[in-house]
C-alpha cells in the first residue's frame, strides 16, 4: 500500500487507485482522528472565557503555517521547469513535503 511520501516515487504517470487513493484515504484519516485531539489539546488548561481566543489562534497557526508552505512547495515546484506537463515536475515539491513539517 502507498504512503504519503510515495507520492514523490509515483513515476511520470502514476495510478490514482494504487498510488493516490492509499495516501488520501490516510491523509483524511489521520486528519478525522487527529483534529479533535490537537484541538483539546490546545486549549486544555484555559480559562473558560478565553477559549474562543485560543481556538482562534490556533486556528489562524496553522492557516499562516499551512500558507507558507504552500508558498514554498509552489516555488519548489516552479523550479523544476517544464510547468508541471507531467507527475515529474512535481517530484522536488512532494519530496519537500514531509520534510517542512
Do not use: C, H, K, N
Not at 479533535?36 to 472565557?49: C, L, R, V, Y
Not at 478565553?50 to 503555517?65: D, F, I, M, W
Amino acid at each position: 500500500m502507498a504512503t504519503p511520501g510515495s507520492w514523490a516515487t509515483a513515476g511520470s504517470s502514476p495510478d490514482y487507485l494504487l498510488a493516490m487513493l492509499p495516501s488520501l484515504v490516510l491523509l483524511g484519516g489521520g486528519f478525522a482522528f487527529g483534529y479533535s485531539a490537537i484541538m483539546s489539546q490546545a486549549t486544555e488548561g484555559i480559562d473558560d472565557s478565553e477559549q474562543g481566543l485560543a481556538s482562534g489562534l490556533v486556528q489562524t497557526s496553522g492557516q499562516v503555517g499551512a500558507a507558507l508552505v504552500l508558498a514554498v512547495l509552489t516555488a519548489v515546484i516552479a523550479q523544476a521547469g517544464d510547468g508541471g506537463a507531467d507527475f515529474t515536475a512535481y517530484r522536488p515539491g512532494l519530496t519537500w513535503s514531509p520534510v517542512s513539517r
